[in-house]
DNA sequence: TTGTAAATCGTAATGATTATTAATTAGAAT
DNA sequence: ATTCTAATTAATAATCATTACGATTTACAA
């Protein structure tokens, strides 16, 4: 996802564009990894140092709701990054030493679909944690 | 995992016999699904009225470490359940109405190993979560 | 340019989890 | 059985992430 689609949809669904958004979006833009709301805040205090929390936290819903961007969980805390451009369905592996990502285009749900008759399934979560090549 | 070797286990690494720690594990063996710190105080006020947040925790994550129990993060906070007898490695269907688990003994990570050359997993998860045929 | 709903700021509230300290208790030693 | 000691707990309070709120500001359409 770049930054224009990104506009695109906002524009769509009638949000507005501000300063803050602009500002946010050009963080997810700049990096692969999955960031926190803190680390958000950290970079944007530099320019704006009355940034409200809540400015983020609400933003970053918006986005994920919008699918612009994607969420996870990692040791208790939301991570988000931008939603993936590849249309196909995909998962990731996560450098937790750099919080890189690489894409796997397994899909374990394939083999699993007809093996638990009578269970509907509604998500699945399937992510792989460890070191990428560059961090060992 | 059954209360006795619960004990068995905590014996063995030196942890007292507690009247606390007897009606947590009581509480987990009488279930199958994953549940919250906050169940487990609202059924534990009901007998000891001055039950406290920090003996819970404390002791979930001492059975956490030791084995007895397994956790999981659902929408932002931490469940528990019994740690599976099963010896061998799998996974978990999570009804998300009635909490209920059920395993899956499918595990992608079979698959993957030999894609990802140069990635050095160190974990993974995988869950899937929906309806049971109990709920829908 | 102006009106208005949306967005933000500043701050406070909430909710989950962890930490602290004094009092209590389990289990070993006497 | 009694005493001793380290482990455990109770009763807070502190911390951290997240959400909520009222007042102010701003984007953007008319």
Redesign the interface.
């Known amino acids: 996802m770049n930054i224009n689609r990104a506009w695109e949809i906002l524009k769509k669904e009638g949000f507005k564009k501000t300063d803050k958004r602009e500002q946010i979006l050009d963080i997810f833009s700049q990096t692969t990894k999955y960031i926190t709301p803190r680390d958000i805040l950290d970079v944007m205090m530099a320019e704006h140092p009355g940034m409200s929390y809540d400015t983020i936290y609400r933003n970053l819903n918006t986005f994920v709701e919008l699918g612009i961007l994607e969420e996870t969980?990692l040791t208790?805390e939301?991570h988000f990054r931008m939603h993936c451009e590849t249309d196909h369905h995909h998962h990731h592996?996560i450098c937790?030493s750099c919080g890189n990502i690489?894409e796997?285009n397994?899909c374990?749900?394939e083999?699993?679909h007809n093996?638990?008759p009578?269970?509907?399934?509604?998500?699945?979560?399937?992510?792989?944690?460890?070191?990428?090549?560059q961090?060992?």
């Open positions: 969980e208790g939301k592996f937790t690489k796997i397994i374990p749900m083999l699993l093996s638990i009578g269970y509907q399934i509604e998500n699945h979560k399937f992510e792989i944690y460890g070191n990428c090549p961090c060992h």
